[in-house]
């Protein structure tokens, strides 16, 4: 059988582009060693031309951020009549909206934190003094203040004080329009990663999280500030929960070949689930990587299945 022809998308313009970059040449170097001939393209204004004369046969999105996870470049990969990897444009879009995400999975029945949506013109419109009193009011401190989209925790904060606020959703709508504010849960903080190389949706081993403060863009992608514990230090009962949940909410979600979900563990040994992932990191410091060799996968090897996976009719 002749060797498949894989095109692998990186780069775009999102701010994780530099993320999207690493993650593209970690996995084409990593399906090259097991034989796949694979070709690396960012997206601009040359990728449509490229696509339509090899016409590859498949392509591999591991863009971040925006047209990245929100659907929009898997729609035009559908115009163009190509194979994909990963999940399809109507369900990236729900899992890209974190409140969307959010409402879905807890009707499927999954625990998730309170949070309330507010995008920045209600917010300037209704006073903003008035709205963080309410959020307060209603939500408690402390409170996790995030884009309603994005990913590599960019306009992230964790909200201890109520004066800590107005900052916060300062540094969130600088990264988009609308803020997801959710009460902090105190626990601990885990990703677990779902493969389905054609024989239905997988847990991986969960990774727990630990750092020296906010799990943020530097403490993700620079070594040294995140310690990783693969598997997460969890009794058995805990660790099947949060299997079960990760696979649960993908398939609430219609998700495709591989997801991240990112939850925490309450004190009470509650898993709450947080936001999923279309298109995890696969860089050096990644968490799906991690998962996949702490569960004794070779990296070459499971990308290769999902490739031929994504291939099949």
């Not at 999102?14 to 796949?36: I, K, Y």
């Not at 190509?82 to 879905?104: D, M, N």
Request: proline share 6%; glycine share 10%.
């Amino acid at each position: 059988m002749t060797s498949p022809r894989v095109v692998i998308l990186a780069g775009g313009l999102s701010h994780e582009r530099d993320v999207s970059l690493r993650s593209g040449r970690r996995v084409a170097e990593a399906l090259r060693a097991v034989g796949l001939e694979v070709s690396v393209h960012d997206v601009d204004a040359d990728l449509i031309p490229a696509l339509t004369q090899t016409r590859p046969d498949l392509v591999w999105p591991l863009l971040h951020g925006a047209s990245g996870e929100d659907g929009s470049i898997r729609d035009v990969l559908e115009l163009l009549g190509l194979r994909a990897l990963g999940t399809g444009p109507r369900q990236s879009r729900i899992a890209w909206s974190k409140p969307i995400a959010k409402t879905v999975v807890q009707r499927a029945g999954l625990a998730t934190p309170e949070f309330v949506t507010l995008p920045q013109s209600l917010f300037r419109e209704l006073g903003a003094g008035r709205v963080l009193e309410a959020i307060v009011g209603r939500l408690g401190l402390p409170l996790v203040v995030k884009p309603s989209r994005g990913g590599s925790a960019l306009g992230v904060s964790y909200v201890t004080s109520a004066a800590d606020l107005p900052r916060a959703m300062v540094a969130c709508f600088a990264y988009g329009d609308t803020a997801l504010i959710e009460r902090a849960v105190i626990g601990t903080e885990l990703a677990v990663s779902v493969i389905d190389t054609g024989e239905g949706p997988h847990a991986l081993p969960a990774v727990e999280i630990v750092t020296d403060g906010p799990y943020d863009y530097d403490a993700r992608y620079n070594p040294g500030r995140t310690e990783y514990f693969t598997p997460a230090r969890l009794t058995s009962d805990v660790a099947e929960q949060v299997a079960a949940m990760a696979i649960a909410a993908h398939r609430a979600l219609g998700l495709t070949h591989l997801s991240r979900t990112d939850l925490i563990v309450d004190e009470s040994g509650t898993p709450q689930f947080l936001e999923v992932n279309v298109a995890p990191g696969m860089t050096e410091t990644s968490l799906f990587p991690q998962a996949a060799e702490a569960a004794g996968r070779h990296l070459g090897e499971l990308y290769r299945k999902l490739v031929m996976a994504a291939l099949q009719p």
